[in-house]
């Protein structure tokens, strides 16, 4: 039988690239989303699609029951470290409220398989040169703290379900920075994150902007592990068909190469991919942005076939080739 996963934020960037990714591995996917962040066009035709927000239980519960739902990826929520430092109220209202009006509507629904979407933004600055699943956790945003929290709320809700009919199993992806498109109709539209920005201004002809050269990097700008959009797609169909056939997985994964590649180093490729010679724009700081985070694989790689068959080049043409 056709395992049946609600994809929450399906219509948004990374949503949208999970929804066509359990699609092509012959599962059928559900969206559910409020068109806050989404676009409708990113739910494939043929894809059914609930307008609804994850903080309205009784309408995600409905929507559960009435399409028959096995397991839930839950990617919906506000993604923004920087500007959850200028809103910490709205996102944890997003994050927080949100994951725990969706654990209550799956426990009404009796829907007991969820993939939550996480972030890298659970460590902070990591005093360590590669992450992994048991560095300390040391968020530094409302952003971070919202993932972490919401992280929690799940690991008591698998413990205080175990014994029950429908006890809960779950993991959650802790996604570093996810860039690149695996489908020129779909982009990352967030007016707040780097590619965006950067290929927006490269598309009106102006100058990249980068946010900081002071940091204590090689170069000075940010370190991050980047990964392509269509490998995170492709680690959440294996993490959904482990708990839909009751296979173990651990309770988190870091979903990170283990290199890091300096903010200058992307605009650098971004440029290239658009064939401008602009010199960047040096701004400030922003907030809630540490200087180096980069993550170690291997867990993923075990358990969920993760590998990034992506290189900084192919990110780069990718996200160019989908720009709107």
């Given at each position: 039988?056709?395992?049946?996963?609600?994809?929450?934020?399906?219509?948004g960037y990374i949503g949208?690239?999970?929804?066509?990714?359990?699609?092509?591995?012959?599962?059928?996917?559900?969206?559910?989303?409020?068109?806050?962040?989404?676009i409708a066009k990113f739910?494939?035709?043929?894809?059914?699609?609930?307008?609804?927000?994850?903080?309205?239980?009784?309408?995600?519960?409905?929507?559960?029951?009435?399409?028959?739902?096995?397991?839930?990826?839950?990617?919906?929520?506000?993604?923004?470290?920087?500007?959850?430092?200028?809103?910490?109220?709205?996102?944890?209202?997003?994050?927080?409220?949100?994951?725990?009006?969706?654990?209550?509507?799956?426990?009404?629904?009796?829907?007991?398989?969820?993939?939550?979407?996480?972030?890298?933004?659970?460590?902070?600055?990591?005093?360590?040169?590669?992450?992994?699943?048991?560095?300390?956790?040391?968020?530094?945003?409302?952003?971070?703290?919202?993932?972490?929290?919401?992280?929690?709320?799940?690991?008591?809700?698998?413990?205080?379900?175990?014994?029950?009919?429908?006890?809960?199993?779950?993991?959650?992806?802790?996604?570093?920075?996810?860039?690149?498109?695996?489908?020129?109709?779909?982009?990352?539209?967030?007016?707040?994150?780097?590619?965006?920005?950067?290929?927006?201004?490269?598309?009106?002809?102006?100058?990249?902007?980068?946010?900081?050269?002071?940091?204590?990097?090689?170069?000075?700008?940010?370190?991050?592990?980047?990964?392509?959009?269509?490998?995170?797609?492709?680690?959440?169909?294996?993490?959904?068909?482990?708990?839909?056939?009751?296979?173990?997985?651990?309770?988190?994964?870091?979903?990170?190469?283990?290199?890091?590649?300096?903010?200058?180093?992307?605009?650098?490729?971004?440029?290239?991919?658009?064939?401008?010679?602009?010199?960047?724009?040096?701004?400030?700081?922003?907030e809630g942005d540490p200087?180096?985070?980069?993550?170690?694989?291997?867990?993923?790689?075990?358990?969920?076939?993760?590998?990034?068959?992506?290189?900084?080049?192919?990110?780069?043409?990718?996200?160019?080739?989908?720009?709107?």
């Amino acid at each position: 039988m056709t395992s049946r996963w609600m994809v929450t934020g399906g219509a948004g960037y990374i949503g949208a690239h999970i929804v066509r990714a359990l699609a092509a591995a012959g599962m059928t996917p559900v969206v559910l989303d409020d068109l806050s962040s989404g676009i409708a066009k990113f739910v494939p035709d043929g894809v059914p699609f609930v307008r609804a927000s994850v903080l309205d239980t009784e309408a995600v519960a409905d929507a559960l029951r009435e399409h028959a739902i096995d397991g839930v990826i839950h990617c919906a929520g506000f993604k923004y470290a920087g500007e959850s430092v200028a809103r910490p109220l709205h996102t944890y209202r997003q994050n927080v409220t949100g994951t725990e009006s969706l654990l209550d509507a799956m426990a009404r629904a009796a829907v007991s398989r969820l993939v939550f979407s996480s972030s890298a933004g659970v460590y902070g600055t990591p005093p360590v040169e590669r992450v992994t699943e048991d560095t300390a956790t040391s968020p530094e945003s409302p952003y971070g703290e919202s993932k972490l929290i919401g992280e929690w709320l799940i690991r008591d809700q698998v413990r205080a379900t175990a014994s029950t009919e429908a006890p809960l199993v779950a993991t959650s992806l802790r996604y570093f920075n996810v860039v690149g498109s695996g489908d020129d109709g779909i982009y990352d539209a967030s007016p707040h994150n780097l590619f965006p920005k950067v290929i927006a201004a490269l598309a009106a002809g102006q100058a990249p902007r980068i946010n900081g050269i002071d940091y204590a990097t090689p170069d000075g700008t940010c370190v991050r592990d980047y990964v392509h959009v269509s490998d995170i797609a492709a680690a959440h169909v294996v993490a959904a068909r482990k708990l839909a056939a009751g296979e173990a997985l651990a309770p988190v994964y870091n979903l990170g190469s283990g290199e890091g590649s300096s903010v200058r180093e992307l605009v650098d490729a971004l440029q290239r991919a658009a064939g401008s010679t602009a010199e960047p724009v040096i701004g400030p700081r922003r907030e809630g942005d540490p200087a180096r985070i980069v993550a170690d694989g291997t867990l993923a790689a075990r358990d969920l076939d993760w590998a990034t068959r992506h290189s900084l080049r192919d990110m780069a043409m990718s996200a160019w080739s989908a720009r709107p």
